[in-house]
């Protein structure tokens, strides 16, 4: 007996739900949850669905396509581990929290391999006993430097992407080879201060809370479908860097729980949103 | 075309879901939203399913009761507007809040009358065309002087009875005439500060957050199912005069959540919890 | 013997607390609170100290005067209730707190009039026996509109204008003559969704959390000193109208947070923010 | 130059800050930071003062002695890293958070040992370079094992003990040796939930929130000064075990914000509660 998550989408159409758990119920998969939505406003149809029991896969996406609507999605995913690589700068306190939470079993995760343009974060990396790799950008073009990264990146076969305070803006070639697959933490709660410094940002806008936000890359520059946020209250005790030391803990939370939704396979992208069963 | 909301709750048992919608399908009713919920621990299952079309409802339910597990809770639940008797003391914010919101159309609710033990809030009440009863409690027992509330109550034949601060402890045969029908707020985060003055026990423990705790009223003081709960944090300047003053927003906001969620036909109670669909 | 709040303000220089303190000592006022904060950055000093006794608020302020840095800023206000003239458009949530609060005693603040472009809310009003203004702006342009508006406002002399959903941008005439007395709810974490229609920007870009920001008024709509801020977790479920059912109560509880502080004199304004002690 | 930090505690009296600060601008220091509190209810006086400059401090404490009142505690604390010895069971987030910010600089802290029943975190502790003791309690009583735990840790001479998830109740021998100085983080918002299984209890109450708190370590089992609590939303999708998950990273943060707040001195311990100034 195993466990397995089916996932669909397609357009909305009467008896989806219907036709879907009658298929799962004659192949004998008892359903563990259950969770479906629809968009209303698009009018697409969304819906996880946790089984257990015999899989015959084949058989039973077979049956799903003739049963759905033209077009589609769906997806029955196994209970692997999934596989991460971690782009990092110098900041400790993302990476570290994903670390230890992979330590401690809190996040159910293959951490293959850090990489970064410093060495910075090359100690802590190996007390985990996680190959570190250091692609130092300096004297080299964005172009060249990412060509260089991806050599490694590419090397780990990763499910994800993960930008743990990765502090570069990424090409749209880097972006296109990992579509949906890349997650960054950004330091504000989007769309409020996009781009560089948001934390002094926040401090020059006398804003009263700070935030982070985990969110797929696009191309465009923290605009991507949006996982996670969360916020911090702040007063005018705190200064831009008050702020940066305060936000941490907002940072790496908002980041480790949108890794544990992705890695999960709760999380649908559609268009430009994320809708989280 | 009507919408309805069918509710069900049974032992667990393997296809629930595929049968229930698939009554459902056969019925051409279209499912707006579908939630549920099996608790693995009791082997319980909870369905809540908007529905939308032309209902036929006895057949409708005929065919669910043959379907399902003996002992099946099955309801199918009209758009109807709940109606409600709010039963106050002296404080006005919780009152307030669900004057306003029914006015607003914030809560879809139909506020039959207020009635309390003083006459306090009569002039806050009746600016909103409410009628309010004041039943004094000087010079009766308990029994008599809930015999003579219930009089009146009973004549407003309402679904749920809401302690808006009611600061009087109801009788058993009050609150088995009643069961299952009338909503508290306690100004606590239960189980913490049960019973009378818990802005005075936070206040003398030191606690860092006060809350308040929606729930529905059993013989067991402050023990019934808990429907909502929230917190705001205090500090060592909050005497506790300020946690009460503090106490009021998170109070009426949990009771008024509370009771939309109850009146829209979302919360199951199951021994003593709530399982909110 | 009277309750009275010193509020200073000036450029920091050593032994400032020292000086006050002392001279308030020797007028034998009691200290009942005090709360100070130099803003290292611009290098600036702000205190607020409540005190209790007999005062002579001339002497005391001209010594104070003499002990401090030229230039200070230094007021006794006594303990007044503030007198406000609330705007509104067609949106009952935010008035109605008000209303209610100050009917319960939970905000000590004079309402002298409501005012607005439409009549919806002057039933409302009318039942807390509060004059209502509608002024309706059909027909005329906005100098016209605002001249009709001010004539009415100007003869409450209000120390404050709370804007509680009033949807229209005022003229810089208009916030000139009240500076740094107009309070504002914006229906957004500012700096996020400025302008027009926030929770439909809030939805098409697929936010994970709303909030509202309440501030000081200038003339670059959005961008005034921020005096409070919230947020609520929504999700995918929420469509634009559902985001604004739900921000009502966000609305609403930063709004008259907001306000409180204001009021009890809380509030310092400097350059584009606040510090709130 | 140096900073120091002063802490003043008496009883209520007049002119108690402009004596203070009058004797610190006397000394020419200057005041970075100033907070102060007093509790109307018992009458006491609590300060706060970050001092910049020269430091007699013989001097300034005597001087201070002679215009306080009598019975005055105050405490002239300079800029050392305090020193802890953490104490642990089984579990690996609270630790690893306190390593992790250690490391990176998020908090201020020489962790000198770690100790334990169990050798489960020798690992994790050794990683980042610490002391770790086992020393079982298998076949000892409590009092044997506590002595040979205390042989340990009196040796680092430690500021304070932090109880990092350290499943043992304490002896009065083991509390009186270090009074108010042992830090323990209980997994519940006391006062619910007292004792063992707080994540049990909770779930069979059936609450919609469960919490963290940080407090100082008394006889009385989980009833000493609370420091700092904080709560997260759960459903009823939560059982015991997904709570005890879920608590994870806000006993984490509870535990850690309470400590930054201890090994900065902004804590005073005041008969069963806390003023955090």
């Known amino acids: 007996m195993e466990k397995k998550i089916?996932?669909?989408?397609?357009?909305?159409?009467?008896?989806?739900?219907?036709?879907?758990t009658n298929i799962c119920y004659?192949?004998?998969l008892n359903i563990i949850h259950n969770n479906e939505f629809v968009d209303n406003t698009s009018g697409h149809f969304f819906m996880r669905t946790e089984l257990h029991g015999y899989f015959n896969d084949k058989i039973l996406l077979d049956e799903l396509d003739q049963a759905l609507p033209q077009g589609v999605s769906r997806q029955l995913v196994g209970p692997n581990q999934k596989r991460i690589v971690i782009m990092v700068t110098k900041e400790a306190h993302c990476l570290g929290d994903i670390l230890m939470k992979s330590y401690d079993g809190s996040l159910n995760v293959d951490i293959?391999?850090?990489?970064s343009n410093y060495d910075t974060l090359k100690g802590l990396t190996e007390?985990?006993?996680?190959?570190?790799?250091?692609v130092s950008h300096i004297g080299l073009d964005r172009e060249e430097h990412e060509a260089k990264m991806l050599e490694i990146i590419d090397m780990y076969n990763a499910d994800y992407l993960v930008l743990a305070k990765y502090m570069r803006v990424l090409t749209p070639t880097f972006v296109e080879k990992y579509h949906h697959k890349i997650i960054n933490i950004h330091h504000s709660f989007l769309p409020a201060f996009i781009g560089?410094?948001?934390y002094q940002q926040a401090y020059d806008r006398g804003v009263k809370i700070i935030g982070a936000t985990a969110h797929f890359v696009t191309n465009d520059l923290d605009e991507g479908?949006?996982?996670k946020q969360d916020v911090i209250p702040v007063d005018h005790n705190f200064n831009a860097q008050d702020?940066?030391?305060?936000?941490?803990?907002?940072?790496?939370n908002v980041l480790s729980k949108a890794l544990n939704k992705v890695?999960?396979?709760?999380?649908?992208?559609?268009?430009?949103?994320?809708?989280?069963?």
Request: proline share 7%; aromatic share 6%; with cysteine.
């Open 263 to 277: 890695i999960n396979d709760h999380v649908f992208v559609f268009r430009n949103k994320t809708v989280i069963l």
């Open 196 to 198: 560089a410094k948001p």
């Open 225 to 227: 479908p949006i996982i």
């Open 243 to 252: 702020m940066s030391q305060a936000g941490r803990d907002v940072e790496k």
């Open 127 to 134: 007390k985990f006993d996680i190959p570190y790799h250091c």
């Open 26 to 28: 004659k192949h004998q």
């Open 6 to 20: 089916l996932l669909t989408h397609c357009k909305d159409a009467p008896g989806l739900i219907s036709k879907i």
């Open 112 to 115: 293959a391999a850090v990489v």
